[in-house]
């Protein structure tokens, strides 16, 4: 099996796309979202982004439903 290049998305240019912070980029890799390291980079296949966050919604400000900070109940 051979990886495509081109198949992959540098998180640097995930963030410019998606509205989301590197934080919760780096929490949703730990919850699943599969990932590579390419050298000094990590990248993303844009269908595992679209099926990881696709069900939630997400606002200019992250993902909605999420705890809004420390004591959010």
Known sequence: MSI???????????LKQWPMS???LIRARKKGLPFAVLGAYVCYRSEDL???F??????????????A?????
């Open 69 to 73: 900070g420390k004591g959010a109940k």
């Open 22 to 24: 590197k934080a919760t």
């Open 50 to 52: 679209e099926a990881y």
């Open 4 to 14: 495509k290049l081109t198949e992959y998305i540098k998180e640097i240019d995930v």
């Open 54 to 67: 696709q069900p939630r919604q997400f606002d200019e400000y992250g993902p909605r439903g999420g705890r």
